[in-house]
């Protein structure tokens, strides 16, 4: 199970599937290997729903990202 968390103020948004992070990792770019951050805004929330993101991350990163132009997302590996 992956979690996902506000990068600005930690705040838990949820989780999603190994799938569904591998989509992330293969369509947004990294600064380095160990990378575990995005920033997203609604052109990529758009971009990612071109490209075929699931409709339940679609979904996921809208309701995240609510009314605020952009924000920092981090995922972690739950153990």
Same mark, same amino acid.
């Given at each position: @199970? #992956?979690?996902?968390?506000? +990068?600005? /103020?930690? =705040? %838990? %948004? !949820?989780? #999603? /599937?190994?799938? =569904? %992070?591998?989509? %992330?990792?293969?369509?947004?770019?990294?600064?380095?290997?160990?990378? /575990?951050?995005?920033?997203?805004? !609604?052109? /990529?929330?758009? @971009?990612? =729903?071109?490209? +075929? $993101? *699931? $409709? +339940?991350?679609?979904?996921?990163?809208?309701? $995240?990202? !609510? *009314?605020?132009? !952009?924000?920092? #997302?981090?995922?972690?590996? *739950?153990?």
């Amino acid at each position: @199970m #992956i979690t996902l968390r506000d +990068g600005e /103020t930690n =705040e %838990l %948004l !949820g989780t #999603i /599937t190994e799938e =569904e %992070l591998q989509f %992330l990792i293969d369509e947004l770019e990294e600064e380095s290997a160990e990378d /575990t951050d995005y920033y997203v805004d !609604g052109d /990529t929330i758009d @971009m990612l =729903e071109e490209d +075929g $993101a *699931s $409709a +339940g991350l679609v979904a996921f990163l809208r309701k $995240a990202l !609510g *009314s605020r132009g !952009g924000m920092q #997302i981090r995922w972690f590996r *739950s153990k």
